[in-house]
Protein backbone atom coordinates (compact mmCIF):
# COMPACT_ATOMS: atom_id res chain seq x y z
CA UNK A 1 0.00 0.00 0.00
CA UNK A 2 1.34 3.28 -1.10
CA UNK A 3 2.26 5.61 2.04
CA UNK A 4 3.93 8.86 3.18
CA UNK A 5 5.55 9.47 6.28
CA UNK A 6 4.86 12.50 7.81
CA UNK A 7 6.88 14.41 10.16
CA UNK A 8 6.22 15.54 12.78
CA UNK A 9 3.64 14.57 14.60
CA UNK A 10 2.87 17.95 16.47
CA UNK A 11 4.44 21.48 16.08
CA UNK A 12 3.89 24.73 18.19
CA UNK A 13 5.57 27.56 16.37
CA UNK A 14 5.31 31.23 17.81
CA UNK A 15 2.92 33.75 15.76
CA UNK A 16 5.08 35.06 13.15
CA UNK A 17 7.50 31.79 12.73
CA UNK A 18 7.92 29.36 10.36
CA UNK A 19 6.40 26.03 10.34
CA UNK A 20 7.51 23.28 8.75
CA UNK A 21 6.33 20.16 7.92
CA UNK A 22 8.08 16.94 6.36
CA UNK A 23 6.79 13.78 4.13
CA UNK A 24 8.21 11.26 2.68
CA UNK A 25 7.46 8.70 0.15
CA UNK A 26 8.92 5.47 -1.20
CA UNK A 27 7.15 4.83 -4.33
CA UNK A 28 8.38 6.99 -7.78
CA UNK A 29 5.08 6.65 -9.69
CA UNK A 30 4.18 9.04 -7.59
CA UNK A 31 3.20 12.04 -9.29
CA UNK A 32 0.54 14.57 -7.50
CA UNK A 33 1.52 15.61 -3.45
CA UNK A 34 -1.51 17.71 -2.25
CA UNK A 35 -0.93 19.14 1.15
CA UNK A 36 -4.66 19.65 3.24
CA UNK A 37 -6.05 21.41 6.23
CA UNK A 38 -8.16 20.28 8.39
CA UNK A 39 -9.83 22.18 11.14
CA UNK A 40 -11.59 20.29 14.30
CA UNK A 41 -14.83 19.40 13.01
CA UNK A 42 -14.23 20.21 9.78
CA UNK A 43 -13.42 18.42 5.92
CA UNK A 44 -10.16 18.69 5.12
CA UNK A 45 -9.62 21.72 2.66
CA UNK A 46 -7.35 21.24 -0.30
CA UNK A 47 -4.13 23.73 0.36
CA UNK A 48 -2.02 23.40 -1.84
CA UNK A 49 -0.48 20.87 -3.95
CA UNK A 50 2.18 20.09 -6.48
CA UNK A 51 3.53 17.97 -9.06
CA UNK A 52 6.96 16.77 -9.42
CA UNK A 53 7.97 19.15 -12.74
CA UNK A 54 8.91 21.41 -10.21
CA UNK A 55 10.85 22.29 -7.12
CA UNK A 56 8.88 24.45 -5.80
CA UNK A 57 5.57 26.08 -5.52
CA UNK A 58 4.28 29.38 -3.42
CA UNK A 59 0.98 30.23 -3.03
CA UNK A 60 0.37 33.53 0.07
CA UNK A 61 1.77 32.57 3.21
CA UNK A 62 2.28 28.54 2.05
CA UNK A 63 5.06 27.41 0.19
CA UNK A 64 5.57 23.41 -0.57
CA UNK A 65 9.42 22.29 -1.27
CA UNK A 66 10.18 18.79 -3.58
CA UNK A 67 12.68 17.13 -4.11
CA UNK A 68 12.30 14.54 -5.97
CA UNK A 69 15.91 12.56 -5.89
CA UNK A 70 15.46 12.57 -1.93
CA UNK A 71 11.88 11.72 -2.27
CA UNK A 72 10.66 14.10 -0.23
CA UNK A 73 8.60 17.05 0.06
CA UNK A 74 7.51 19.86 2.55
CA UNK A 75 4.87 22.23 3.76
CA UNK A 76 6.64 25.84 4.57
CA UNK A 77 4.31 28.28 6.43
CA UNK A 78 5.69 31.41 6.39
CA UNK A 79 4.52 34.15 9.24
CA UNK A 80 2.44 31.73 10.92
CA UNK A 81 -0.61 32.89 12.61
CA UNK A 82 -2.99 31.51 15.36
CA UNK A 83 -5.62 31.25 12.34
CA UNK A 84 -3.62 28.77 11.26
CA UNK A 85 -3.66 25.83 13.98
CA UNK A 86 -4.85 22.89 12.31
CA UNK A 87 -4.22 19.44 11.11
CA UNK A 88 -2.14 19.32 7.83
CA UNK A 89 -2.19 16.07 5.81
CA UNK A 90 0.28 15.44 3.27
CA UNK A 91 -0.96 13.17 0.13
CA UNK A 92 0.94 11.28 -2.19
CA UNK A 93 -0.51 9.35 -5.09
CA UNK A 94 -0.39 8.94 -9.31
CA UNK A 95 -3.11 9.95 -11.08
CA UNK A 96 -6.30 7.23 -10.49
CA UNK A 97 -5.43 5.70 -7.49
CA UNK A 98 -7.20 6.74 -4.24
CA UNK A 99 -5.96 9.00 -1.91
CA UNK A 100 -3.72 7.94 1.29
CA UNK A 101 -3.66 10.14 3.92
CA UNK A 102 -0.88 10.20 6.44
CA UNK A 103 -1.26 10.51 9.89
CA UNK A 104 -1.39 14.47 9.96
CA UNK A 105 0.29 16.70 11.94
CA UNK A 106 -1.12 19.08 14.75
CA UNK A 107 0.26 22.42 14.21
CA UNK A 108 -0.32 25.17 17.60
CA UNK A 109 0.39 28.74 16.68
CA UNK A 110 0.58 30.67 20.00
CA UNK A 111 -0.55 33.99 19.76
CA UNK B 1 -14.49 26.73 -6.90
CA UNK B 2 -15.10 23.08 -6.18
CA UNK B 3 -17.83 22.98 -3.54
CA UNK B 4 -18.96 19.24 -1.56
CA UNK B 5 -21.68 19.63 0.38
CA UNK B 6 -23.04 16.85 3.21
CA UNK B 7 -25.89 16.68 4.63
CA UNK B 8 -26.84 16.50 7.56
CA UNK B 9 -23.98 17.88 9.33
CA UNK B 10 -24.67 16.07 12.50
CA UNK B 11 -27.20 13.27 13.41
CA UNK B 12 -27.90 11.17 16.49
CA UNK B 13 -29.58 7.57 16.67
CA UNK B 14 -30.51 5.09 18.65
CA UNK B 15 -28.63 1.72 17.98
CA UNK B 16 -30.39 -0.58 15.41
CA UNK B 17 -31.73 2.27 13.43
CA UNK B 18 -30.37 3.32 9.97
CA UNK B 19 -29.28 6.37 8.89
CA UNK B 20 -28.47 7.80 5.28
CA UNK B 21 -25.76 10.81 4.94
CA UNK B 22 -26.06 12.74 1.74
CA UNK B 23 -23.18 13.54 -0.61
CA UNK B 24 -23.61 16.66 -3.17
CA UNK B 25 -20.88 18.18 -5.26
CA UNK B 26 -23.06 21.71 -6.17
CA UNK B 27 -20.71 23.06 -8.93
CA UNK B 28 -19.24 20.13 -10.93
CA UNK B 29 -20.25 16.57 -12.13
CA UNK B 30 -18.32 13.69 -9.93
CA UNK B 31 -18.34 10.00 -11.94
CA UNK B 32 -16.01 8.91 -8.27
CA UNK B 33 -16.86 9.99 -5.10
CA UNK B 34 -14.87 8.75 -2.09
CA UNK B 35 -16.72 8.28 1.61
CA UNK B 36 -14.02 8.29 5.04
CA UNK B 37 -14.21 7.82 8.65
CA UNK B 38 -12.55 9.63 10.88
CA UNK B 39 -12.10 8.95 14.64
CA UNK B 40 -11.05 11.66 16.67
CA UNK B 41 -7.74 12.98 16.90
CA UNK B 42 -7.03 10.39 14.07
CA UNK B 43 -6.44 10.23 10.04
CA UNK B 44 -8.68 9.60 7.38
CA UNK B 45 -9.46 5.85 6.60
CA UNK B 46 -10.88 5.23 3.60
CA UNK B 47 -14.78 3.19 3.42
CA UNK B 48 -15.11 3.00 -0.22
CA UNK B 49 -15.10 4.49 -3.82
CA UNK B 50 -18.53 5.34 -5.16
CA UNK B 51 -18.75 5.40 -8.81
CA UNK B 52 -21.54 6.83 -10.83
CA UNK B 53 -23.50 4.16 -11.94
CA UNK B 54 -21.94 1.01 -10.11
CA UNK B 55 -21.44 -1.00 -7.19
CA UNK B 56 -19.02 0.84 -4.64
CA UNK B 57 -15.42 -0.58 -3.92
CA UNK B 58 -14.80 -1.19 -0.57
CA UNK B 59 -11.95 -1.27 1.03
CA UNK B 60 -10.82 -4.66 3.25
CA UNK B 61 -12.55 -4.61 6.56
CA UNK B 62 -15.43 -2.44 5.54
CA UNK B 63 -19.10 -4.13 5.84
CA UNK B 64 -20.65 -3.76 2.24
CA UNK B 65 -23.95 -4.47 4.03
CA UNK B 66 -23.55 -2.69 6.77
CA UNK B 67 -22.20 0.33 4.62
CA UNK B 68 -24.69 0.79 1.69
CA UNK B 69 -23.59 3.29 -0.97
CA UNK B 70 -25.48 4.70 -3.79
CA UNK B 71 -24.37 7.07 -6.59
CA UNK B 72 -27.29 7.66 -7.95
CA UNK B 73 -26.45 10.79 -10.17
CA UNK B 74 -23.39 12.61 -11.41
CA UNK B 75 -23.49 15.02 -8.38
CA UNK B 76 -24.79 12.82 -4.99
CA UNK B 77 -23.69 9.82 -3.26
CA UNK B 78 -25.00 8.57 -0.63
CA UNK B 79 -24.04 6.08 2.66
CA UNK B 80 -26.36 4.55 4.61
CA UNK B 81 -24.88 3.29 8.01
CA UNK B 82 -27.39 0.15 8.58
CA UNK B 83 -28.76 -1.28 11.87
CA UNK B 84 -26.39 1.31 13.53
CA UNK B 85 -23.96 0.60 16.78
CA UNK B 86 -22.24 2.94 19.00
CA UNK B 87 -18.91 1.75 17.25
CA UNK B 88 -20.14 3.24 14.35
CA UNK B 89 -19.89 6.56 15.82
CA UNK B 90 -17.76 8.81 13.90
CA UNK B 91 -16.83 11.66 11.32
CA UNK B 92 -17.69 10.86 8.46
CA UNK B 93 -16.69 12.72 5.65
CA UNK B 94 -17.47 12.59 1.59
CA UNK B 95 -15.28 14.15 -1.26
CA UNK B 96 -15.75 14.21 -5.03
CA UNK B 97 -12.86 13.75 -7.56
CA UNK B 98 -12.38 16.44 -10.70
CA UNK B 99 -11.37 14.98 -13.84
CA UNK B 100 -7.82 15.92 -13.11
CA UNK B 101 -7.91 14.00 -9.77
CA UNK B 102 -7.82 16.88 -7.35
CA UNK B 103 -10.34 15.73 -4.74
CA UNK B 104 -12.80 17.64 -2.34
CA UNK B 105 -13.82 17.56 0.75
CA UNK B 106 -17.57 17.81 2.47
CA UNK B 107 -17.78 19.38 5.97
CA UNK B 108 -18.02 16.38 7.33
CA UNK B 109 -20.81 14.48 9.60
CA UNK B 110 -21.07 13.78 12.93
CA UNK B 111 -22.80 10.75 13.71
CA UNK B 112 -23.53 9.67 17.24
CA UNK B 113 -25.40 6.25 18.06
CA UNK B 114 -26.71 5.77 21.15
Known amino acids: QQQVKQSPQSLIVQKGGISIINCAYENTAFDYFPWYQQFPGKGPALLIAIRPDVSEKKEGRFTISFNKSAKQFSLHIMDSQPGDSATYFCVALTHGQNFVFGPGTRLSVLP | GAVVSQHPSWVICKSGTSVKIECRSL??????MFWYRQFPKQSLMLMAT?????????EQGVEKDKFLINHASLTLSTLTVTSAHPEDSSFYIC??????????FGPGTRLTVT
Open chain 2, 95 to 104: SAELLTGEQY
Open chain 2, 50 to 58: SNEGSKATY
Open chain 2, 27 to 32: DFQATT
